[in-house]
């Protein structure tokens, strides 16, 4: 699995956009990329997945560029409620694998009002 | 999210009980997951099931012990835990092994 490299901790007030960027320099072929979000003691929840170039749903988006060595998750207009810790996953989770997914510390994003 | 459950959501037990934790899932998914999650410190994966089988265990002590009689309903049977093993315990599920994994509110167990 390659391993990713996100910012810590992020700041933001209401109605902004954030953008939180993730580094994976050694993301495989076969590798999708994906975002959770979790809220303290709660379940992480499926943000969104993507392989390249940008995805979109109602949630978010996500920007892959040509190299797939970095992506950038998105958030439009944040509110109170967005404050969790969002966390970049990278690894062949297409289906037919293991599904052993690796977390790491993951971005604390705080929205102020 | 009601797709995954799990029960009890708060456990207390002393270092010499014997308990069980309960997942079930009503998403129609064929994988499912347990997942550890102590205080400041990342997820960690335990087990995984595909199929009923186990595909996966990421080196956790016998004193854990899966079980998973179908695809819906996953259990992890509990003895002779260690302080230390007080931890927030997640289950997971998703279609094959995909990583669109849906988890369950966890269940915040205490050893005493």
């Known amino acids: 699995l390659a391993k990713t490299t996100q910012p810590i901790s992020m700041d933001s007030y209401e109605g902004q956009e954030v953008n939180i960027t993730c580094s994976h320099n050694?993301?495989?072929?076969?590798?999708?990329i994906t975002w959770y979000q979790q809220f303290p003691s709660q379940g992480p929840r499926f943000i969104i997945q993507?392989?390249?170039t940008k995805v979109t749903n109602e949630v978010a988006s996500l920007f892959i560029p040509a190299d797939r060595k970095s992506s950038t998750l998105s958030l439009p207009r944040v509110s109170l409620s967005d404050t969790a810790v969002y966390y970049c996953?990278?690894?062949?989770?297409?289906?037919?694998?293991?599904?052993?997914?690796?977390f790491g510390k993951g971005t604390k994003l705080s929205v102020k009002p | 999210e009601t797709g995954v459950t799990q029960t009890p959501r708060h456990l207390v037990m002393g270092m010499t009980n014997k308990k069980s934790l309960k997942c079930e899932q009503h998403?129609?998914?064929?994988?499912m997951y347990w997942y550890k999650q102590s205080a400041k410190k990342p997820l960690e994966l335990m087990f995984v099931?595909?199929?009923?089988?186990?595909?996966e265990n990421n080196s956790v002590p016998s004193r854990f012990s899966p079980e998973c009689p179908n695809s819906s309903h996953l259990f992890l049977h509990l003895h002779t835990l260690q302080p230390e093993d007080s931890a927030l315990y997640l289950c997971?599920?998703?279609?094959?092994?995909?990583?669109?994994?849906?988890f369950g509110p966890g269940t915040r167990l205490t050893v005493t």
């Open positions: 997971a599920s998703s279609r094959d092994g995909s990583y669109e994994q849906y």
């Open positions: 050694n993301i495989a072929t076969n590798d999708y």
């Open positions: 993507g392989y390249k």
């Open positions: 996953l990278v690894g062949d989770g297409g289906g037919g694998s293991q599904g052993n997914l690796i």
């Open positions: 998403l129609g998914h064929n994988a």
């Open positions: 099931y595909n199929f009923k089988e186990q595909t």
